[in-house]
């Protein structure tokens, strides 16, 4: 889809390394814990979860708050330096594609037998040293999310999907624990986690806590 904007030049990276600036507080932080976001041909802003549209991208923080405080500022308005359109549900439409990524990347490592589900099959491949992310329904029992995470205390934790949401990404009804091996998807799948965890948890926890404790991702334990 073809985008237009003030400057449809494409994103210049900053010298310090792989960050955008969020269009509410200009703070730059790694692309990892934002969203981007284009202006459609038609004037609309649309999110690219991908980060693969063309023109002139605009970041936003993945944060509940920062994406209400963007639309109560115009915040889109003043980055795009004049009026552009913004679905009110625009927080909501990008947790549903976040949702559908997380998905994808889990069916993708499943494909690959880079993933597995359930209590005992998590367990083998974590006692067999081939996991990277624990993954843990938001809507399962806190007990069993407790038991796998003290297997591997040095592990983050994926909290952000419900059993549901797991459950299709394994092809089930259901899954309460899961875990993806090391990798490429692993690793995408550990920052969109964050991402998604970001919409539906609030307040944002504060900068300095950094990405690892934001975005439905247990930090590992200490010890």
Same mark, same amino acid.
């Given at each position: 889809m073809g985008t237009s904007g003030v400057d449809e030049a494409e994103d210049t990276p900053e010298e310090t390394g792989p960050l955008r600036r969020c269009?509410?507080?200009?703070?730059?932080?790694?692309? !990892?814990?934002?969203?981007? #976001?284009?202006?459609?041909? +038609?004037?609309?802003?649309?999110?690219?979860?991908e980060e693969r549209l063309p023109g002139r991208g605009f970041w936003l923080t993945s944060?509940? !708050? +920062? #994406?209400?405080?963007?639309?109560?500022?115009?915040? #889109?308005?003043r980055a795009a330096r004049r009026p552009v359109k913004?679905?009110?549900?625009? !927080?909501?439409?990008?947790?549903?594609?976040?949702?559908?990524?997380?998905?994808?990347?889990?069916?993708?490592?499943?494909? !690959?037998?880079?993933?597995?589900?359930? #209590? +005992?099959?998590?367990?083998?491949?974590?006692?067999?040293?081939r996991v990277a992310v624990l993954l843990a329904a938001s809507d399962g029992a806190a007990g069993g999310r407790d038991k796998i995470a003290a297997l591997a205390?040095?592990?983050?934790?994926?909290t952000a999907l419900s059993g549901v949401e797991l459950g299709q990404a394994f092809g089930r009804e259901f899954v309460a624990h899961g875990a993806i091996g090391p990798g490429r998807l692993a690793d995408r799948l550990l920052a969109d986690i964050a991402r998604l965890d970001g919409l539906r948890r609030a307040p944002t926890l504060p900068k300095a806590q950094g990405r690892a404790a934001r975005g439905g991702v247990k930090p590992p334990a200490r010890g």
């Amino acid at each position: 889809m073809g985008t237009s904007g003030v400057d449809e030049a494409e994103d210049t990276p900053e010298e310090t390394g792989p960050l955008r600036r969020c269009i509410i507080g200009g703070v730059s932080r790694p692309k !990892a814990e934002l969203v981007r #976001f284009v202006v459609s041909p +038609e004037g609309v802003v649309v999110p690219d979860i991908e980060e693969r549209l063309p023109g002139r991208g605009f970041w936003l923080t993945s944060g509940r !708050a +920062e #994406f209400d405080e963007a639309l109560r500022r115009k915040a #889109f308005d003043r980055a795009a330096r004049r009026p552009v359109k913004v679905a009110v549900d625009l !927080a909501e439409q990008v947790e549903a594609l976040l949702v559908r990524r997380c998905g994808n990347l889990i069916g993708l490592a499943r494909r !690959a037998g880079q993933a597995v589900a359930g #209590f +005992e099959k998590v367990g083998g491949a974590l006692r067999a040293g081939r996991v990277a992310v624990l993954l843990a329904a938001s809507d399962g029992a806190a007990g069993g999310r407790d038991k796998i995470a003290a297997l591997a205390p040095g592990l983050p934790v994926g909290t952000a999907l419900s059993g549901v949401e797991l459950g299709q990404a394994f092809g089930r009804e259901f899954v309460a624990h899961g875990a993806i091996g090391p990798g490429r998807l692993a690793d995408r799948l550990l920052a969109d986690i964050a991402r998604l965890d970001g919409l539906r948890r609030a307040p944002t926890l504060p900068k300095a806590q950094g990405r690892a404790a934001r975005g439905g991702v247990k930090p590992p334990a200490r010890g």
